[in-house]
């Protein structure tokens, strides 16, 4: 069965962009909006899978819309696609049920494949996104001692718990070559020359904590 979705973007050259990604095997695309009032009706009406969102459009703001959409369509899970990736965006949006947020420089593979895990309840956050509710959780004094950034320790923690490139990739949708320009950086930061030196040196530092 494809993933059924709405696309909702107040902007028509964006929403024609999308339907094209989508225009694939495993999609379907149900209805388009250009409004929060349109796309609580298009999505009472088509039931989807998924509302492939923008944040900031006419009518109420995106975290309301987000929801009247969850509790209106509770079958359907909502994943933000919009430009704005800071604090005062995000964290509403993740707060009132988006089951997770993407900035539009996503490449369209990776989009395609945070849909399809959307669609099965998973949580999809680009990294920008997961740095900034990691850089959130944590208190002042952590921040200010960890050499690493958010998503660095979540590579290292995957390859810690013996990851592949491409599986970290995969579990964290970004791309095999994001996942080594991370490594790169964390070799420089950590002042090692391979994988598993890092992984010692982050145990040793306290950066990451045995399972």
Do not use: W
Not at 55 to 84: D, H, K, N, W
Not at 94 to 101: H, N, P, R, S, V
Not at 129 to 157: C, F, I, K, N
Request: one cysteine or more; proline letters at 7%.
């Amino acid at each position: 069965m494809p993933v059924r979705l709405i696309i909702v973007d107040d902007h028509p050259v964006v929403r024609d962009g999308l339907r094209g990604i989508f225009e694939t095997d495993g999609f379907e695309v149900v209805g388009e909006a250009a409004d929060g009032a349109e796309a609580l009706a298009v999505a009472l009406r088509t039931g989807p899978d998924v509302v492939l969102l923008d944040l900031r459009m006419p009518g109420p703001s995106g975290a309301e819309l987000i929801r009247r959409l969850r509790e209106q369509c509770p079958g359907s899970y909502v994943l933000v696609l919009t430009t704005f990736g800071d604090d005062a965006d995000v964290v509403p949006a993740i707060e009132q049920g988006a089951t997770g947020y993407l900035l539009k420089d996503t490449p369209r593979a990776e989009l395609r494949q945070a849909v399809l895990a959307a669609a099965r309840g998973e949580t999809v956050l680009s990294p920008a996104v997961a740095g900034a509710l990691t850089r959130r959780a944590q208190p002042p004094e952590q921040r200010a001692l960890s050499p690493l950034s958010p998503r660095e320790l979540e590579v290292l923690g995957l390859i810690a718990r013996g990851a592949t490139n491409r599986e970290v990739a995969r579990r964290l949708f970004i791309t095999e070559a994001t996942v080594k320009t991370h490594l790169l950086h964390v070799f420089a930061k950590l002042e090692v020359k391979d994988r598993a030196a890092a992984v010692a040196a982050a145990y040793d530092k306290g950066l990451l904590k045995p399972a």
